[in-house]
């Protein structure tokens, strides 16, 4: 399981506390590797169990205030063997695909209205990435950090341009089909 890979790989970067590792998984992390603000709890819970992260210490203990985290050498060493070991490509499982695969045994009632839907989604996530890529890694910003963080915004960019391509096919396909819905 990836989210507590991921959870100390954001707080490697910066320590923080669970409300803003959430603000940041859905500013930045989220978009490859998403999760819930009870997810990032619990996992923050089960690391600091583990002896990978702590709580740092507060300046003025107080009832309710919020713990920001720090990885420790436990956690650090954890996260490199983790990205070091090899692992295979998940299967792709979309539901998207099935409902296309559906429609070609049942009709395509529907299936326009929701590639449509669908194309107009990625379109959106493409534009937020591509503004992300224009704000975040102009062309000065050449760091080998600043290269790899480019690197997965451009694979998430390229996904989009996929799904857009693909949706765009498809639904030339089915205003080619002559069969009715």
Known sequence: MSLPHAILTALLEKPSSGLELTRRFDKS??????????????ELGK???????RALPSAAPARGQKKEYEVLPAGRSELARWAAAGQDPKPMRDPLLLRVRAAAVLGTGGLHAELERHLALHQGQLDMYRAIEAKDFPPERDSEQDRLRHLVLRGGIE??????????EALATLADDPRPA
């Open 159 to 168: 996904l989009e341009t996929f799904w857009i391509g693909w949706l765009t």
């Open 29 to 42: 992390i989220g978009y490859f590797w998403s999760a819930t603000h009870q997810q990032i709890y619990r």
């Open 47 to 53: 690391l600091e169990h583990s002896g990978f992260i």
